[in-house]
């Protein structure tokens, strides 16, 4: 497992369905986590972290896509990076961004590609970290650029690559 990161990690759990997900919490952690301490690393950011992942539903990521993509549809995951205009002013953790699951959309999925929930969870996690980190996939360089480190974050928490036949 990549080195632990000092990681603040704020978890927000705005639709109550997830609270039926066993062993959650300590998945996201290690999760964002392992993202943090490798992408830290690879950016020679310092650190202390902060992030806040909110557990919500598709209405709420729908509408925030809607606003803030112009996408009208849920979508996974969407990650708001954080943007300081006043970096002499920060004080404690440097603070990430904001991450936001939709848990029908990615229960659908993990039923769809035949994957376990919590890994589903993990990986979402993961590709949200780094997009706050800057990483992206909208050219193809960068896109394997971004599944490559989701694999080996995912690997060293022992999660099967999620792009298996997909």
């Known amino acids: 497992m990549p080195q632990s990161t000092d ?22 952690a290690q999760a964002a986590n392992a993202a943090c301490a ?14 806040a992942i909110n557990l919500s539903n598709d209405q709420q990521v729908a509408q925030l896509n809607h606003q803030f993509r112009g996408k009208d549809k849920a979508t996974n995951v969407l990650s708001f990076p954080f943007d300081n205009e006043f970096p002499e002013l920060l004080q404690g953790p440097e603070p990430l961004g904001d991450i936001i699951l ?13 994957k376990l929930i919590g890994h589903h969870i993990a990986h979402l996690v993961v590709h949200g970290i780094l997009h706050l980190f800057g990483y992206d996939h909208e050219e193809l360089s960068e896109a394997s650029l971004m599944e490559e480190l989701e694999c080996q974050i995912l690997a060293s928490l022992h999660i099967p690559s999620p ?4």
């Open 7 to 28: 990681l603040t990690l704020d978890l927000i759990i705005s639709h109550e369905p997830w609270h039926e997900l066993k062993e959650l919490e300590p998945l996201i």
């Open 38 to 51: 490798t992408a830290s690393k690879l950016c020679g950011a310092l650190g202390p972290f902060e992030v």
């Open 102 to 114: 939709a848990l029908e959309t990615i229960t659908r999925e993990a039923k769809d590609e035949e």
């Open 163 to 166: 792009y298996r036949d997909v």
